[in-house]
T-cell receptor
Framework: QKEVEQNSGPLSVPEGAIASLNCTYS??????FFWYRQYSGKSPELIMS????GDKEDGRFTAQLNKASQYVSLLIRDSQPSDSATYLC????????FGTGTSLTVIP | EAQVTQNPRYLITVTGKKLTVTCSQN?????MSWYRQDPGLGLRQIYY???????DKGDVPEGYKVSRKEKRNFPLILESPSPNQTSLYFC?????????????FGPGTRLTVL
């Protein structure tokens, strides 16, 4: 079982819609959870971090954490074409683990 | 400006010719790491370092070496590169206290081994 699992997609949403990205992790001891955005050929950039159960909002982005279900999600409201990228979920453990990413396309 | 730098950004080489990719950070981070990224496989960790003179293997360490003699630098060494090491490489760094913190990534090095 992989440490971090994400649906690879691709996920396509129309402009203005809500994009929902999901991630599950295997280590119940994980304490820190991150979402990175990566444009093709570029380096990952951090967009959200979350450490406690519940929701954390930052602009159009909302991260949700449910430690009991070992589940992390990212909601992007009012999706824009510039949000088209691969989104990587990352979780701490014995190492820092990344999922393989979900490719998101926002259709104008 | 706080940043992680990598050099070179692009490199084409031949099988067996030793090469070093440099990584440097100016944020006084304890933790540094190297990843390779291949299509469909995501980011895979090669080596990481918790602090000076402390390094450990990640998931795909074969064919790579690292050293951490100074806090700011963490070079990646390929002593005898092979075509299967053709990839996009990222260096990252972060603070490390009781747990991992968000990692900051360098711009990447695209390596081609012929």
């Amino acid at each position: 079982q992989k440490e971090v699992e994400q649906n690879s997609g691709p996920l396509s949403v129309p402009e203005g819609a809500i994009a929902s990205l999901n991630c599950t992790y295997s280590d119940r001891g994980s304490q820190s959870f991150f979402w990175y955005r990566q444009y093709s050929g570029k380096s990952p950039e951090l967009i959200m971090s979350i450490y406690s159960n519940g929701d954390k909002e930052d602009g159009r982005f909302t991260a949700q954490l449910n430690k009991a279900s070992q589940y992390v999600s990212l909601l992007i409201r009012d999706s824009q074409p510039s949000d088209s990228a691969t989104y990587l979920c990352a979780v701490d453990g014995n190492q820092f683990y990344f999922g393989t990413g979900t490719s998101l396309t926002v259709i104008p | 400006e706080a940043q992680v730098t990598q050099n070179p950004r692009y490199l084409i080489t031949v099988t067996g010719k030793k090469l070093t990719v440099t990584c440097s950070q100016n944020m006084n981070h304890e933790y540094m790491s190297w990843y390779r990224q291949d299509p469909g496989l995501g980011l895979r960790q090669i080596y990481y370092s918790m602090n000076v003179e402390v390094t450990d293997k990640g998931d795909v360490p074969e064919g790579y070496k690292v050293s951490r003699k100074e806090k700011r630098n963490f070079p990646l060494i390929l002593e005898s590169p092979s075509p299967n090491q053709t990839s996009l490489y990222f260096c990252a760094s972060s603070f490390f206290g009781v747990s991992y913190n968000e990692q900051f990534f360098g711009p990447g090095t695209r390596l081609t081994v012929l």
